[in-house]
């Protein structure tokens, strides 16, 4: 019912920025929650920031004050501005959502197929 296409990743040095973006194409589905995962090298998938359909925003403290999530509600669409970029945020950006089901109280989430982000010391 929803697939995410992510896009924005790329190559970069330490101290750049970079923006990724997240547009869901859904059908009988109400998105609550948007947001972005990372997995690095060796590394557990883990939560960077997240946004909800008002507007709460939730980041890693890894990413405080670096990174900035935003959501457009109109276009199914979310943002991560991410600045001040360091080499240990190189991973693969994976876009979430979930919601429920139109008429259901079935809940469900969703991801994206995952952009890379390096940056290089």
């Known amino acids: 019912q929803v697939q995410l296409v992510e896009s924005g990743g790329g190559l970069v040095q330490a101290g750049g920025s970079l923006r990724l973006s997240c547009a869901a194409s859904?059908?009988?589905?109400?998105?609550?929650?948007m947001g972005w995962y990372r997995q690095g090298p060796g590394k557990q998938r883990e939560l960077v920031a997240s946004?909800?359909?008002?507007?709460?925003?939730n980041y890693a403290d890894s990413v405080k004050g670096r990174f900035i999530i935003s959501r457009d509600n109109a276009k199914d669409t979310v943002y991560l501005q991410m600045n001040s970029l360091k080499p240990e945020d190189t991973a693969v950006y994976y876009c979430?959502?979930?919601?429920?089901?139109?008429?259901?109280?079935?809940?469900?989430?969703?991801w994206g197929q995952g952009t890379q982000v390096t940056v290089s010391s």
């Open positions: 979430y959502c979930n919601g429920r089901l139109f008429l259901t109280s079935l809940i469900r989430e969703y």
């Open positions: 859904r059908s009988s589905f109400s998105i609550n929650i």
């Open positions: 946004v909800s359909t008002n507007g709460v925003t």
